[in-house]
């Protein structure tokens, strides 16, 4: 069984800064892409940033040039630095993972959820 578990959501002002985690544990071969996605309320779970097995990274227009994926593939982990918050940033962040438990089997994994809210 494959599990993910996020931290770092949490109240902070507009401007401000947060750094979200995902860490990937239980039975896993290999990691292929991963991803962050948010949900605001009453608005659909759309994809935030994206990064692939070798590095190479795309976002939504809304957060270009202030937040940055990145990965650690040492700890099976995801990261989401978000900087300049505005108060549209507010959502419910999941992480998203293409794990291989084994060979020649994937799985697409969700994390529980973690809540940002940009606000003064």
């Known amino acids: 069984q494959v599990q993910l578990v996020e931290s770092g959501g949490g109240l902070v002002q507009p401007g401000g800064s947060l750094r979200l985690s995902c860490a990937a544990s239980?039975?896993?071969?290999?990691?292929?892409?991963m991803g962050w996605y948010r949900q605001a309320p009453g608005k659909e779970r759309e994809l935030v940033a994206h990064?692939?097995?070798?590095?190479?990274?795309n976002y939504a227009d809304s957060v270009k040039g202030r937040f940055t994926i990145s990965r650690d593939n040492a700890k099976n982990t995801v990261y989401l630095q978000m900087n300049s918050l505005k108060p549209e940033d507010t959502a419910v962040y999941y992480c998203n993972m293409g794990i291989s438990p084994r060979p020649a089997r994937f799985l697409e994994v969700w994390g529980q959820g973690t809540l940002v809210t940009v606000s003064s």
């Open positions: 239980g039975s896993i071969f290999s990691i292929n892409a």
């Open positions: 990064i692939s097995t070798v590095g190479g990274t």
